[in-house]
């Protein structure tokens, strides 16, 4: 059983929009969760972290985590083109660090 | 964030050689450190945990004789492609954690010839 569900998309956001992303997932004793983004071609940069129920901003970034539902969402507020990337979602808790096929999100100029 | 730097960024090799990745975490202990491999477009997979001082856990259809890994330091993790054949080429990448958050090598593009 995948730890994550995320819907690969992609995504097409013009730009300015915000764009919302969400993650399931299948163990309800995940307490905190990573989001990372990847470029093409490029390793993850973590970008966000969250260890308790509600939300977290951070720049233009929020994550919110609804442990009730069993998921995890990210909302990118103003898109830019540079936003353009594949975004992965993973529970911090576990000894396994295992994605699933990312949300991709295309911001369109 | 953390640093963690991984070498080689790229490296080609013969059919049959072994190839030996660094993953080094530069400024804190990782504990933990994972390692990945990644085809042109599709998704991250998770091919072993290895916890310092302990043999590897590798993922279900990972051949352990084949990616060798060493983690013997808290700074220091390494993945041995061995007998590296053409369907071995791939982007692997690695990351390390020290405490709740784990941060990404740059990643090694191996090509087999």
């Known amino acids: 059983q995948k730890e994550v569900e995320q819907n690969s998309g992609p995504l097409s956001v013009p730009e300015g929009a915000i764009a919302s992303l969400n993650c399931t997932y299948s163990?309800?004793?995940?307490?905190?969760f990573f989001w990372y983004r990847q470029y093409s071609g490029k390793s993850p940069e973590l970008i966000m972290s969250?260890?308790?129920?509600g939300d977290k901003e951070d720049g233009r970034f929020t994550a919110q985590l609804n442990k009730a539902s069993q998921y995890v969402s990210l909302l990118i507020r103003d898109s830019q083109p540079s936003d353009s990337a594949t975004y992965l979602c993973?529970?911090?808790?576990?000894?396994?660090?295992?994605f699933g096929k990312g949300n991709q999100v295309v911001v369109i100029p | 964030g953390a640093v963690v730097s991984q070498h080689p960024s790229r490296v080609i090799c013969k059919s049959g050689t072994s190839v030996k990745i660094e993953c080094r975490s530069l400024?804190?202990?990782?504990?933990?450190m994972f390692w990945y491999r990644q085809f042109p477009k599709k998704s991250l997979m998770l091919m072993a945990t290895?916890?310092?001082?302990?043999?590897?856990?590798?993922e279900q259809g990972v051949e352990k004789d084949k990616f060798l890994i060493n983690h013997a330091s808290l700074t220091l993790s390494t993945l041995t492609v061995t007998s590296a054949h053409p369907e071995d080429s791939s982007f692997y990448i690695c990351?390390?954690?020290?405490?709740?958050?784990?941060?990404f090598g740059q990643g090694t593009r191996l090509t087999v010839v």
């Open positions: 290895s916890n310092e001082g302990s043999k590897a856990t590798y």
């Open positions: 969250i260890y308790s129920n």
């Open positions: 990351s390390a954690r020290g405490g709740s958050e784990a941060f």
């Open positions: 163990d309800r004793g995940s307490q905190s």
């Open positions: 993973a529970p911090s808790g576990n000894n396994r660090l295992a």
């Open positions: 400024d804190f202990q990782a504990t933990t």
